[in-house]
């Protein structure tokens, strides 16, 4: 009885290290062959309805399509938002190719909240060309993707930048026409630009006049309005959006705090205050309500004390002031009842 070899990664469906696999998303790279796939099913029969179909399978409602590359007269790049995408995709077959499919190596992948970053710096564009001669181009670049991270997995934004691109013409055709100087002449010529054909320039050129008019024309298949009336209606909008003031946000009350006085010493604070007393008072009676010259020669301003405060200066000891030399020279402090003069002033005490 002879007994079969153990394999080491050999699991039988009975034993108790057997798993299935768990089902897993489905790959950022595996949709772009499934791209590929539904390029090459293209017909020549096909239609706008086949490109928008095309477009929505593989690409979101807001998805932007990026090309960076540099001319003989700068570096360019265009920009198109989701309407153009499939005519992009259309006028590269118009311009003569009849396969096209994209080759993705070494590419890095970094998962986000709601998004999928696709990142190959070593991205090929490969394009069969029939006409004006068979070639095969090979555009290589960086390509970045933004795939939804959902079920559908569309992508979001497409940047692809050419670095160089390369145009390769079978041996059998330069054998052909080994003898026929004007065919080698012209075959070899290039035929694209940067890997992209003049249909496809003169459309992307086109898409910068284009894009700014979006408005424009999805308002006119909305409302059936005559292009006239859209862009009155759009200029009149935008002039409204202008001129709206903008909304003022909301301020929270401020809340006043009292700020707190410094305390010093009892000393200074007596003081002060009977210095703050006596200004007080002398900017309560102004001078010009005083016109002591009628009634008595004063010749020196006399020190006033407020009536409610009188008690409390003399229970402080203070001492009046001495007879100013005038009123003694001119005998006022020595006439009788001069101690009681002015006693009451417009109700203020006056002390001399």
Same mark, same amino acid.
């Given at each position: 009885?002879?007994?079969? @070899?153990?394999?080491?990664?050999?699991?039988?469906?009975?034993?108790?290290?057997?798993?299935?696999?768990?089902?897993?998303?489905?790959?950022?790279?595996?949709?772009?062959?499934?791209?590929?796939?539904?390029?090459?099913?293209?017909?020549?029969? &096909?239609?706008?309805? =086949?490109?928008?179909?095309?477009?929505?399978?593989?690409?979101?409602?807001?998805?932007?399509?990026?090309? &960076?590359?540099?001319?003989?007269?700068?570096?360019?790049?265009?920009?198109?938002?989701?309407?153009?995408?499939?005519r992009y995709f259309s006028t590269v077959f118009e311009g003569g190719v009849t396969d096209l499919y994209y080759i993705l190596k070494h590419s890095k992948e970094s998962y986000h909240n709601s998004s999928i970053t696709v990142d190959c710096d070593q991205c090929a564009m490969v394009t069969q060309h029939g006409k004006p001669m068979f070639t095969k181009v090979c555009t290589e670049g960086r390509l970045i993707l933004e795939f939804?991270?959902?079920?559908?997995?569309?992508?979001?934004? =497409?940047?692809?930048?050419?670095?160089?691109?390369?145009?390769?013409?079978?041996?059998?055709?330069?054998?052909?026409?080994?003898?026929?100087?004007?065919?080698?002449?012209?075959?070899?010529?290039?035929?694209?630009?940067?890997? %992209?054909?003049?249909?496809?320039?003169?459309?992307?050129?086109?898409?910068?006049?284009?894009?700014?008019?979006?408005?424009?024309?999805?308002?006119?298949?909305?409302?059936?309005?005559?292009?006239?009336?859209?862009?009155?209606?759009?200029?009149?909008?935008? =002039?409204?959006?202008?001129?709206?003031?903008?909304?003022?946000?909301?301020?929270? @009350?401020?809340?006043?705090?009292?700020?707190?006085?410094?305390?010093?010493?009892?000393?200074?604070?007596?003081?002060?205050?009977?210095?703050?007393?006596?200004?007080?008072?002398?900017?309560?009676?102004?001078?010009?309500? %005083?016109?002591?010259?009628?009634?008595?020669?004063?010749?020196?301003?006399?020190?006033?004390?407020?009536?409610?405060?009188?008690?409390? &200066?003399?229970?402080?000891?203070?001492?009046?002031?001495?007879? &100013?030399?005038?009123?003694?020279?001119?005998?006022?402090?020595?006439?009788?009842?001069?101690?009681?003069? %002015?006693?009451? %002033?417009?109700?203020?005490?006056?002390?001399?």
């Amino acid at each position: 009885m002879s007994s079969t @070899p153990h394999d080491p990664f050999y699991s039988s469906p009975f034993g108790p290290f057997y798993r299935r696999h768990t089902p897993y998303m489905v790959q950022p790279e595996y949709r772009i062959y499934e791209m590929n796939k539904r390029l090459q099913s293209r017909t020549e029969d &096909s239609d706008n309805l =086949w490109w928008d179909a095309f477009a929505t399978e593989f690409f979101e409602d807001d998805a932007t399509l990026t090309l &960076s590359f540099c001319l003989e007269d700068g570096p360019k790049r265009y920009t198109i938002g989701r309407t153009l995408i499939p005519r992009y995709f259309s006028t590269v077959f118009e311009g003569g190719v009849t396969d096209l499919y994209y080759i993705l190596k070494h590419s890095k992948e970094s998962y986000h909240n709601s998004s999928i970053t696709v990142d190959c710096d070593q991205c090929a564009m490969v394009t069969q060309h029939g006409k004006p001669m068979f070639t095969k181009v090979c555009t290589e670049g960086r390509l970045i993707l933004e795939f939804t991270f959902d079920d559908l997995m569309r992508i979001k934004t =497409w940047h692809f930048t050419i670095r160089q691109y390369r145009e390769l013409v079978p041996r059998s055709i330069l054998a052909m026409h080994a003898q026929d100087p004007q065919v080698l002449d012209q075959l070899s010529k290039n035929i694209t630009r940067m890997g %992209l054909t003049n249909f496809t320039l003169n459309y992307l050129r086109l898409c910068v006049i284009l894009e700014p008019m979006q408005e424009l024309m999805s308002r006119h298949k909305t409302y059936n309005l005559s292009p006239r009336d859209c862009l009155k209606t759009c200029l009149f909008q935008k =002039w409204q959006r202008m001129v709206a003031p903008p909304a003022e946000p909301t301020r929270q @009350p401020t809340t006043k705090r009292r700020k707190r006085k410094n305390s010093t010493s009892s000393t200074s604070n007596s003081s002060a205050g009977n210095n703050a007393n006596s200004t007080g008072s002398k900017k309560k009676t102004p001078a010009a309500n %005083l016109s002591l010259s009628s009634q008595v020669p004063v010749t020196h301003q006399p020190h006033m004390v407020p009536f409610e405060q009188r008690g409390r &200066s003399r229970a402080l000891g203070m001492r009046p002031s001495p007879p &100013s030399p005038c009123l003694s020279s001119s005998g006022l402090h020595d006439a009788p009842g001069y101690s009681r003069w %002015l006693t009451c %002033l417009h109700g203020r005490t006056i002390c001399t």
